[in-house]
């Protein structure tokens, strides 16, 4: 038996089971949608650090949400592309590519816990005690969040995937359209005993942590808006909650889908889909919702748009009166050159 922590091993995927008559719609409504997930998250990521106006703490977490997303989505859906087209046999990928893509899906999936986590904190800070917001969400804690967000869900996910590189392997079929531990660790033929054991763990503390964060901090909210009824208050808890509320919710359900699948072998096959989904919807719904909802990032819309409007306005007639200045020194030019001194014609 090999051990799985022989990099220059060849695994076989066994890809997106599609149905040959609907091959090509799929893989041009993957291809569209990773499409627009990079192309919509790439401008909010762009448009929040050319504004000055949007480097606040609730849309620099955003913008850690869309790269996020990006790189989520990056990992899995060009791989799942590069499959579809290929008969089962050829989908073989290295141990090391494997690992890599199930340590950016499982990355991924932990830090859509953990940002969201932040931003309700965040959103708590704002609404409870707005005198001290500055004080509260300053540089130094938002930079805290997030390095404990991205460094220990990069620790969590590397020894989860450290436990299943551990074993030996006896198979070489992964039986999932893409990488992730579960399917790793079903490669082997040793007891997988502690990786079920720390995957449940894991899994159990981050969502009750993720759970537990957002009932907490909206019971806050939620009890300021109802003793202080101030008109004001309870339409910024509206504006901003909303949105965060409804990223959770998306996200949150699709996760739960995934679980509940689990636990019916029968369904097998649509809990496959639902995975890809859960790499899919979220990351596509979430630059569309905060840009329907957020009214700070319609303003800077706004003020991008103007500001290349003027622009335009401006060089217009500066770009006129060049063309035409050049137009003259051409003509000047080309009767100086045919003028004929002696004869005194042209």
């Known amino acids: 038996m090999e051990n799985l922590s022989s990099v220059g091993a060849l695994l076989q995927l066994e890809g997106l ?12 409504g993957l291809f569209f949608s990773h499409l627009f997930i990079v192309t919509a998250n790439m401008g909010v990521v762009a ?16 913008c850690q949400l869309s790269i996020n997303d990006i790189l989520g989505n990056t990992a899995l859906v060009p791989r799942l592309l590069y499959d579809m087209p290929r008969p089962p046999r050829r989908r073989l990928i290295s141990l090391g590519s494997c690992v890599v893509q199930a340590f950016i899906t499982h990355l991924f999936g932990t830090n859509n816990h953990t940002i969201l986590m932040i931003m309700a904190f965040d959103r708590y800070a704002a609404i409870c ?4 917001y500055s004080a509260v969400m300053g540089t130094r804690t938002l930079v805290t ?8 869900g990069s620790v969590l996910v590397a020894a989860l995937l450290g436990l299943t590189l551990r074993l030996s392997r006896c198979r070489s079929l992964l039986l999932n359209a893409y990488c ?29 942590s993720s759970i537990g964060a957002i009932v907490v901090t909206y019971s806050y909210i939620t009890a300021a808006c109802v003793t202080k009824r101030s008109r004001s208050l309870n339409r910024k808890a509206l504006q901003t909650c909303s949105t965060h509320l409804l990223l959770y919710l998306v996200m949150f359900l699709s996760g739960m889908l995934i679980i509940a699948l689990h636990r019916y072998p029968q369904y097998e096959p649509y809990r496959k889909t639902t995975t890809i989904l859960f790499n899919i919807i979220p990351p596509a719904l979430n630059p569309v919702i905060y840009g329907f909802q957020c009214h700070e ?26 063309t035409t200045a050049n137009q003259r020194q051409c003509n000047g030019t080309a009767i100086k050159v045919s003028f004929n001194p002696e004869t005194g014609q042209i």
Not at 129 to 132: A, S, V, Y
Not at 180 to 206: H, Q
């Open 47 to 62: 448009l929040i650090c050319s504004d000055s106006a949007l480097h606040q703490p609730m849309y620099i977490l955003l």
């Open 297 to 322: 990032i319609h303003q800077s819309l706004r003020r991008l748009f103007r500001n290349d409007l003027s622009l335009k306005t401006t060089l217009q007639p500066i770009i006129k009166s060049l």
């Open 17 to 28: 089971l599609v149905p040959a008559s609907f091959l090509t719609p799929a893989f041009l």
């Open 129 to 132: 005690t707005p005198l001290r």
């Open 145 to 152: 969040l997030t390095a404990a967000a991205w460094g220990g």
């Open 180 to 208: 992730d531990n579960a399917s790793l660790f079903k490669l082997s033929c040793e007891n997988t005993f502690i990786n079920n054991v720390y995957g449940l763990t894991f899994s159990v503390v981050l969502l009750t």
